[in-house]
């Protein structure tokens, strides 16, 4: 029979014997109340059937919060000497901290708990926090990416401001610095964006070093938008990334973002040491920052699959989208042959003046429909090969272009998707490129 | 006034002059009279507008076609001392050479011709020859994949053969892979997937490396089915990478095949040393395979992107499809909340019958649905999460499991799904499998 135990808070430090193994950790508001729900060491939240729990004893009680605020906040003041960094908080991981008695995350919105959580990156500099609003960056869609375009160029149109970061959910992080790649023009300063992978109260957090990092980025010379964060994972140095040509590249390494087909702008030390790996960056100026913060959303991103029905390029016709990106196979291929064959649906689409792009599907390398004669038939369909271009960026570059009434024409579009807007293509890849 | 120049004829070296650029290369034949089509040293072909054309000379008539067949036969003999290896032709630029006449590509289809072209591989076994049929691998659908499984597991279980090697095109040769995988069981001893990146009348050719180590491969004890090819981009050894857990991640670099979420099973050299890597794999044995290769096509791959509209899952859904293979971003992320909210059509089609699993779009890491509050939301809905398993992996998987009666309702689908059933889950997944 089992014991009755004692009713633990949320907030403490409970250890459990289940199934006879033990686990360790603090417990966390639960929606369902036939589960217990505990935030372990690593950081993870697990949930138990209290029915299989045989014993439970509380470890060390909830800490009462303390009125350390009104203590702590004359340590918080702008020096007035220092120089100023607009930081945009728009969410994840690392605008959030857990909150121990709900088991949720509690967002990081203002100035004071922003220092209070990451007191480091007020020794570097005078921090203005601009909160638009917050969000998981799944969740965020076109919409988003403009609204933080037009705060960006506000910030950036401050004669105030040194430079501007914008922390932001890992997911879609590497879609938003596309974005503002090609919305922001005649960059002026440095654009950040950073991130977490690992919130700031799990022991391997990365988000210090990111935000240091971030923070002497936003004050370098190199005026361009680069993704900020771990470049290794040890806790030892950043890198800052081009903004258009990085992506996502692993679910939960603190070194997830990789440069795809260039290399990083810099390496960045926790002591502001910058070296510079590439020299091709905009530098520092007194432009005034054009914002062009527009998007047409029917846009679609598909990926070639063996044995895809062609007709979901004609779905996409009926409801009305202007431009597909289409990952292709290998060097630029699509089934050109047999019942598959998607020249057929291409040519229809396109001639019913549907915009549509490929893009290479191993992520690394660039498309060459000129090898093989099939793809030189599949290109006479009217497809834009993307060269070098990430999907993720293609889909986001297709979707401002084509938000341009000026540019909405076949020619037109074609001309613009080619054109090498913001570095997005690279002119001298290498083999030396994947890493 | 430019001057007539001589004609020259396909297979002649050609130098010319255009735009005040000189280019050297083999005449091909072209489509349209008005290009001149040539194949440059670096194994492109390129077409040039005539009418830009200043100068043009012949530096080399083309060679006639000397009769030797008859005097070199002779030396291509099965010796009857050496194991015997089945190599199946499919396609692909391994199995094909370029046809300086047409500028088309010549498929090797015989054993005699494949000797010609790659005679190092008869000096370690005897080759049997089999051509089920030649396509390049984007054109393949499942049709292809049980077909070639059928003609593995016919050699596999003729005991005169030692091993198999498939010879492939690149681009979907991962889906191949996976294929096999499910569809040969009880394996007994090696199934080898190989093929080129670049074509063997190319200096930078990787064929040859690529077919010798694959020999070797095919007579090794390692009774899995593996894809062997280079494992730098230098031509000094190969890697055996697991068939289900490999990916093309480069358009054109030799060793576009990297393991993903795993390490390779073994390093071989082209002298037929093997260093092995990994010790979990399945010993050569006296097994009788057994051949399971059924597929149901009414599967779909979608990469989830942001704005996406949910409805694409109705449409599949409609259209009768049976199952989904969704790239979620992040450890398991897909929109929760606003207007691209895909949680209420997932539970729709869940309702409805169809299977829906999730995979990560990082390429690399796994899926923990558990970490974020919205994910655990997301897999009430019925999601199944497949972990570390490729996206086209599950893909493959999804339509094999469910071509199976029994396997195919809600709950025994999840239960297959789940199921390791050839190593394509990683059990002990660390950080240190991204490379």
Redesign the interface.
């Given at each position: 029979m089992k014991k009755p135990y004692k009713k633990p808070n949320p907030g403490d430090r409970v250890e459990i014997r289940i199934n006879n193994k033990t686990e360790q950790g603090t417990l966390l508001d639960s929606y369902d109340s036939s589960v217990l729900l505990l935030k372990l060491d690593n950081?993870?939240?697990?949930?138990f059937n209290k029915k299989d729990i045989s014993e439970l004893k509380i470890v060390e009680k909830a800490k009462e919060d303390k009125k350390e605020k009104d203590e702590n906040e004359k340590e918080f003041k702008q020096s007035g000497q220092k120089p100023i960094i607009d930081i945009i908080l728009t969410g994840g991981t690392i605008a959030s901290k857990l909150d121990s008695k709900t088991?949720?995350?509690k967002p990081l919105t203002s100035a004071y708990e922003f220092f209070k959580t990451y007191p480091e990156i007020f020794e570097i500099a005078d921090i203005r926090i601009k909160n638009p609003f917050m969000k998981?960056?799944?969740?965020?869609?076109?919409g988003d990416w403009m609204r933080i375009a037009r705060e960006v160029g506000k910030s950036l149109n401050d004669k105030d401001v040194k430079g501007v970061i914008v922390s932001h959910?890992?997911?879609?992080l590497h879609?938003t610095g596309a974005a503002l790649s090609f919305m922001l023009k005649d960059l002026n300063k440095p654009v950040v964006l950073t991130y977490s992978q690992r919130s700031s109260d799990r022991g391997s957090s990365d988000t210090h070093l990111n935000l240091v990092c971030s923070a002497y980025a936003a004050l370098s010379d190199i005026a361009e938008v680069m993704l900020v964060g771990h470049g290794s994972?040890n806790d030892d140095f950043c890198y800052a990334l081009q903004g258009n040509k990085s992506r996502?590249?692993?679910?939960?390494?603190r070194?997830?973002f990789k440069p795809i087909n260039c290399k990083p702008y810099a390496k960045i030390f926790a002591n502001g040491k910058i070296d510079l790996i590439r020299n091709d960056y905009n530098k520092r100026n007194k432009n005034k920052v054009k914002i062009d913060a527009v998007f047409e959303?029917r846009v679609?991103?598909?990926?070639?699959?063996?044995?895809?029905?062609p007709k979901i390029l004609d779905?996409y016709r009926k409801?009305g989208y202007k431009g597909l990106i289409i990952?292709f196979?290998?060097?630029?291929?699509?089934?050109?042959?047999?019942k598959?064959n998607f020249i057929p649906e291409l040519k229809k689409v396109i001639d019913k003046g549907m915009i549509v792009c490929a893009t290479?599907q191993?992520?690394?390398?660039?498309?060459?429909p000129?090898?093989?004669?099939?793809a030189r038939r599949i290109a006479e369909t009217g497809v834009i090969y993307l060269s070098d271009m990430l999907s993720?960026t293609a889909?986001v570059k297709l979707g401002w272009v084509l938000a341009h009434k000026e540019y909405r024409g076949k020619v037109m579009a074609k001309h613009y998707m080619l054109q090498n807007i913001n570095k997005e293509f690279n002119e001298r890849l290498g083999?030396e490129f994947?890493e």
């Open positions: 950081g993870y939240n697990i949930g088991g949720g995350v998981w960056s799944e969740n965020m869609h076109s959910g890992t997911d879609f879609y994972i996502k590249m692993h679910t939960s390494r070194d997830t959303p679609a991103l598909i990926k070639f699959y063996p044995g895809q029905d779905y409801k990952e196979a290998g060097l630029g291929q699509i089934a050109s042959e047999g598959f290479a191993t992520v690394f390398g660039r498309l060459d000129y090898v093989y004669e099939s993720e889909f083999e994947l």
